[in-house]
């Protein structure tokens, strides 16, 4: 595996992350105060809005971000 693919692999893998912890910091307080119930459609909307707001930052600053590593 080449540097390019590898840095690739950690950026996925770190947006991931990202994702799943904004995605649970939004969830509980809503879970908390029963806005929806777990596994309901209202989770799923969360985690699926929170995931697109990841998924356009992610692409957004992949090229600056690579920039700075692959030549």
Do not use: H
């Given at each position: 595996?080449?540097?390019?693919?590898?840095?690739?692999f950690?950026?996925?893998?770190?947006?991931?992350?990202?994702?799943?912890?904004?995605?649970?910091?939004?969830?509980?307080?809503?879970?908390?105060?029963?806005?929806?119930?777990?596994?309901?459609?209202?989770?799923?909307?969360?985690?699926?809005?929170?995931?697109?707001?990841?998924l356009?930052?992610?692409?957004?600053?992949?090229?600056?971000?690579?920039?700075?590593?692959?030549?």
């Open positions: 595996m080449n540097k390019k693919y590898s840095i690739g950690i950026y996925v893998s770190v947006c991931i992350l990202i994702w799943g912890t904004i995605g649970s910091f939004v969830d509980y307080p809503l879970l908390q105060e029963e806005i929806y119930q777990p596994g309901s459609f209202g989770q799923l909307s969360t985690f699926l809005v929170v995931g697109l707001l990841t356009f930052i992610a692409v957004v600053l992949f090229k600056r971000i690579t920039r700075n590593f692959i030549d």
